[in-house]
T-cell receptor, first 114, second 119 residues
């Protein structure tokens, strides 16, 4: 157990629907990052939150949004889903402050859009 | 913008042999961190090893070691005495600690090298 919890582990939904992915960071970590990994692809950075505030944005579609709550858990909302949104979505957290300790990843949510 | 390049999409090696995975990066920063992550078939992302750019000594973690060449912007991973459990996708990653922008430490990944250990 890495300490980063992602739910659900698997999600199957139809095109056009909306889903919410949830992430609880490791205890003490203030930053949460969301990544998308399509089949046999690398990890694409979507968005970062730090202590409730959005800090960095990557290749995140307008149909996607995220937020971080006061208890530091984060949710990634995906709407108007398309077949191409099928992917593994990772959440990661880190202890910030320039220590460069790297990220701790959750086990991911596998989203299948049918 | 920083980029990370892994030029070997796939590699395979016999069990117990040594294998080296290549990674190059491009940055204008002087202070940064480099990482190798392993993603086995379970798809879990596991940190293998990290290197701080200001340290000349190459990092080592048991059978895993790196060859960090800062001037050449090269960061290769050597796996010694390879084991079946080393079969995985390996990602090289780069991070700049933005001290002046506390909390924004973006990790940039390469496209990965799929490593297969052959029994």
């Amino acid at each position: 157990d890495s300490g980063v919890t992602q739910t659900p582990k698997h999600l199957i939904t139809a095109t056009g629907q909306r889903v919410t992915l949830r992430c609880s960071p490791r205890s003490g970590d203030l930053s949460v990052y969301w990544y998308q990994q399509s089949l046999d692809q690398g990890l694409q950075f979507l968005i970062q939150y730090y202590n409730g505030e959005e800090r960095a944005k990557g290749n995140i579609l307008e149909r996607f949004s995220a937020q971080q709550f006061p208890d530091l858990h984060s949710e990634l909302n995906l709407s108007s889903l398309e077949l191409g949104d099928s992917a593994l979505y990772f959440c990661a957290s880190t202890h910030t402050g320039g220590t460069g300790l790297g990220y701790t990843f959750g086990s991911g949510t596998r989203l299948t859009v049918v | 913008a920083q980029t990370v390049t892994q030029s070997q999409p796939e590699m395979s090696v016999q069990e117990a042999e040594t294998v080296t995975l290549s990674c190059t990066y491009d940055t204008s920063e002087n202070n940064y961190y480099l990482f190798w992550y392993k993603q086995p078939p379970s798809r879990q992302m596991i940190l293998v090893i990290r290197q701080e750019a200001y340290k000349q000594q190459n990092a080592t973690e048991n059978r895993f070691s790196v060859n960090f060449q800062k001037a050449a912007k090269s960061f290769s991973l050597k796996i010694s005495d390879s084991q079946l459990g080393d079969t995985a996708m390996y990602f090289c990653a780069f991070m700049t600690p933005y001290i002046s922008n506390f909390g924004n430490e973006k990790l940039t990944f390469g496209t990965g090298t799929r490593l297969t250990i052959i029994p």
